[in-house]
């Protein structure tokens, strides 16, 4: 975890002034990759302060544009703070800050049982319905974020992980995605990594957190990534959780044919672009457990994975 942007309590205090949220009692750093956050303390409650580290003003807007909708929408989220004036962000030396509610709750982990996993599918799927409404004129799929483009492994070597020996794997998913009719997926705004970023507190679901990723991209990526993050093990398909999400998922959003069978195929899309991710943050035990998943999850056909339906 680094710090980019390190802020002294006098700099939260003065970012404060902006706000009515009470005084600064306390903060510490919160774990993130890309970004400044911080748990902050005041004398009113806990909160998030976002330091947004490298995003162009556009792409910024974007985003809060849509944790807003999201919010109005009455969807679990961490409401944005706005500022005495009515902002969403406060201008500081040349960088943005956000400052959202603090989001009670963990990430799911480990097993989940049934009661969760059909909260969560009917989390996603509702996510998925209540966005298709949401209309912004950018944030198209990103070259990172499109399944159908090969631009996976443009590098050979990562800080000593051979990329270049498990490249075949991204031709044979290219291969495989050519007989997919794109124009029948569905496209809409999408979280784009929901894996571990759904929030559970006393039984229920508290929030989705963490919207940098999101993008207009393919609906069924959502439930993919889900699946991807937490149904399978470097040795293990689970089966019948997958079949069970699938089955709940569709209550709330119907999926066509093309769209089950590219979810099959973005499971495996979602495994091999998290691998030179997590070798560019020298992230290494975590790129060969992922390579492992990959290579369990392709022993599952696609007919035995569109069996999961039911």
Known sequence: ????????????????????????VSHRPARSNDNSVYFLDTSSGKFVLKVHEGVTPGRFVYILRIIEFVSEHALPSAKLIRTKHGRLFVLRNGKRI???EFAYGKPLDGALPGSEIRNVAHLIGVLDKTLLKLRLRSGLVPKWGDPFRSVIF????INGFDLNGIKHYEDELHDSL????KDKLRKG???ADLGHNILYKDGKISAITDWDDAHRGYLVYEPAVFIADNFITSDRVMKRDISLFLRE???????????KKAIYYFIKFRY??????????KKINGAHATLSRYETFSRLSLDRFLGLYG
Not at 249 to 259: A, C, G, I, T, V
């Open 1 to 24: 975890m680094v710090m980019i942007t390190v802020l002294s309590k006098s700099d939260f205090e003065d970012i404060l002034k902006r706000y009515e949220i009470g005084k600064y």
């Open 98 to 100: 956000t400052i959202q």
């Open 154 to 157: 443009w590098d050979k070597e």
């Open 178 to 181: 050519r007989a997919i009719k």
């Open 189 to 191: 705004i999408i979280h």
């Open 249 to 259: 998922y569709q209550r709330y959003f119907s999926l066509n044919q093309e769209e």
């Open 272 to 281: 091999l672009n998290a691998i030179p991710w997590l070798a560019r943050h």
